[in-house]
């Protein structure tokens, strides 16, 4: 069975970089599927912020994109996330997701990390 | 960029009934490009329907997926207590993929 955990800091403060990371257990992430993160702002819907394969590929969401970095660690098994420049609007829930096998969609979650961005 | 809206906001129904729930989207979701989540507060989304009419892995059959273009329905078709949640579609039919607001299905 697929586990996902998120981890990181609960507060950033604005202007700076929220980085945060997802280890991955129960499969390697060396070995397909796309790994990354969907954010989730308080009272809000979902956001698709974007998503890497092992092997180099990559989706960002194109609002985000010039702010952000998400990478994979093989040897760790974890996915990261920086997004830079935070602003309060960045404040959310923040999950790490596994992209489906048939489409762009996600089909393992992990429980999500509420980041807050404040002074 | 495709907006999803979801209706009704709020289905307030009792356990056993049929409860069904929208989305339109701004413009055609091509492929059937559309996936439906339910959401339990303080827990993460949790995938029922992709490809617009694929049950996902442990889904009952009570969940299903319809629809084509740019309208799309989840049906519950007899309400257990643990359907009650918040139900949200998703598209990926055009970058970027983008989610509804939500339908939220409480007991009446």
């Known amino acids: 069975q697929v586990q996902l955990q998120e981890s990181g800091p609960g507060l950033v403060k604005p202007s700076e970089t929220l980085a945060l990371n997802c280890t991955v257990a129960?499969?390697?992430?060396?070995?397909?599927?796309?790994w990354g993160w969907i954010r989730q702002p308080p009272g809000k819907g979902l956001e698709w912020i974007g998503s890497?394969?092992?092997?180099?590929?990559?989706y960002y969401n194109p609002s985000l994109k010039s702010r952000l970095t998400i990478s994979l660690d093989t040897s760790k098994n974890q996915v990261s996330l920086k997004l830079n420049s935070v602003t309060a609007a960045d404040t959310a829930v923040y999950y790490c997701?596994?992209?489906?096998?048939?489409?762009?969609?996600?089909?393992?979650w992990g429980q999500g990390t509420l980041v807050t961005v404040s002074p | 960029e495709i907006e999803l809206t979801q209706s009704p906001g709020t289905l307030s129904l009792s356990p056993g009934e049929r409860a069904t729930l929208s989305c339109r989207a701004s413009?055609?979701?091509?492929?059937?490009?559309l996936a439906w989540y339910q959401q339990k507060p303080g827990q993460a989304p949790r995938l029922l329907i992709f490809?617009?009419?694929n049950r996902a892995t442990g889904i009952p059959d009570r969940f299903s997926g319809s629809g084509s273009g740019t309208d799309f329905t989840l049906t519950i078709s007899r309400l257990e207590p643990e359907d009650f949640a918040v139900y949200s579609c998703?598209?990926?039919?055009?970058?970027?993929?983008?989610f509804g607001q939500g339908t939220k299905v409480e007991i009446k």
């Open positions: 490809n617009a009419s």
């Open positions: 997701a596994r992209k489906g096998r048939s489409g762009w969609y996600a089909d393992q």
């Open positions: 129960g499969y390697s992430i060396s070995s397909g599927y796309y």
């Open positions: 998703q598209q990926y039919a055009n970058s970027p993929w983008t």
């Open positions: 890497m394969f092992h092997s180099g590929g990559a």
């Open positions: 413009q055609s979701v091509s492929s059937s490009s």
